[in-house]
């Protein structure tokens, strides 16, 4: 297990082995799921760490409340003492299956045996099964539920990701050709790895797009994770940690509009050395434009004051490389992100 301090951007490693999954509380509690070492708990931000679990292979782990939630390779067990007793669920979790997720109002959602998809509303006593959608590989990263979302993804070729607007109730599947590796997401948009682009939805599923990696770019997304600030963390196969302080990728065909604030398609786009980017500003305002790259390092950035109504800024790329860019207006009540295609 490693810590990183943003004070002093160090890493630091504060024991533990082959850990496959780590889960904190507010209160600096952390749980750690091992292969082969059972699951261990810190209450004292990893100073020192007590085994609470002795089944060897713990693959996930959650807490909700007083009741963890442990997926092993041979089920999905839980405990409301912290370790001192272990009760088994009826969800078959194993290496195949193992993601478990928490709901905004507390419902535990798991995924077990050939993609049965498990729900409890009452902190894990007991678990229906709420879909049969024949999942082969929903690995612990592979979940996401948010309010009336579900998104779970399938690491075998064939099988896509499989998503629900309606608690569950009705589901889509999209995406057959790709291997997803984990998904993740925050108030409207989802976000999945898989092993050749991102795939995301900036609006809560009702549609998904994708972006590529770029071409210096070796290996895959294998986790995405959020900070309480919002900024985006990608973890990666063999290129380490990214990290991103916006969302890309929204529709250049549709406006983004709040109270009279609007964002106009890029034109031209694609482009070769200018592009114009037209916004409509309901007051009077500071603007900061950034230009970011794919993987979301900072390549402008412009600071203007500006009237209301239509603004229109001509934007110079000379000077950077051909590829996709996202540029971002943000004010103190508004922001915005569109998709550039710069070709020299």
């Known amino acids: 297990v490693q810590s990183y301090n943003r004070l002093t951007n160090e890493w630091k490693n504060i024991g533990l082995q082959a850990v496959l999954a780590v889960e904190t509380t507010a209160e600096g509690e952390i749980l750690a799921a091992t292969n082969g070492g059972g699951l261990f708990q810190s209450t004292d931000m990893g100073g020192s760490w007590t085994n609470i679990c002795q089944t060897p292979f713990v693959l996930n782990v ?7 939630l442990a997926a092993t390779d041979t089920g999905l067990i839980r405990t409301t003492n912290n370790g001192l007793n272990w009760f088994a669920t009826p969800v078959k979790t194993g290496v195949e299956n193992c993601a478990i997720e928490i709901n905004t109002n507390g419902d535990i959602w798991a995924v077990g045996e050939i993609g049965k998809i498990y729900i409890s509303t009452d902190n894990g006593d007991t678990f229906l099964i709420k879909a049969d959608l024949n999942c082969r590989y929903v690995e612990l990263n592979n979940l996401f539920v948010m309010d009336s979302l ?3 993804g399938d690491l075998l070729v064939g099988k896509g990701i ?13 995406y057959l050709h790709r291997t997803i590796r984990c998904v993740n997401g925050k108030s409207n948009y989802v976000i999945a790895g898989t092993i050749k682009d991102v795939i995301y939805s900036m609006d809560k599923g009702q549609s998904l797009d ?3 990696y770029p071409n210096d770019f070796y290996g895959n997304v294998r986790e995405i994770e959020y900070d309480e600030n919002g900024n985006l963390f990608f ?3 063999s290129q380490g940690l ?3 302080d916006f969302i890309v990728g929204i529709d250049v065909d549709i406006p983004i ?13 694609p482009f070769n050395s200018t592009v114009n980017f037209v916004y409509n500003l309901p007051l009077s305002s500071e603007i900061k434009i950034c230009i970011s790259n794919v993987l979301g390092e900072r390549a402008s950035e412009y600071n203007y004051y500006r009237n209301a109504g239509q603004n229109n800024e001509k934007i110079s790329f000379d000077g950077l490389v051909s590829g996709v860019y996202f540029i971002s207006i943000e004010t103190k009540e508004f922001f915005a992100v569109k998709k550039a295609v710069f070709l020299k």
């Open 62 to 68: 959650k807490q909700i409340n007083n009741t963890i």
């Open 150 to 152: 579900i998104f779970l």
């Open 162 to 174: 499989n998503y629900s607007t309606d608690y569950g109730n009705n589901w889509d599947n999209d």
């Open 210 to 212: 994708s972006l590529s």
């Open 235 to 237: 973890g990666t196969s």
């Open 242 to 244: 990214y990290q991103m």
């Open 257 to 269: 509009r709040l109270k009279d604030f609007e964002v106009y398609a890029l034109y031209p786009n």
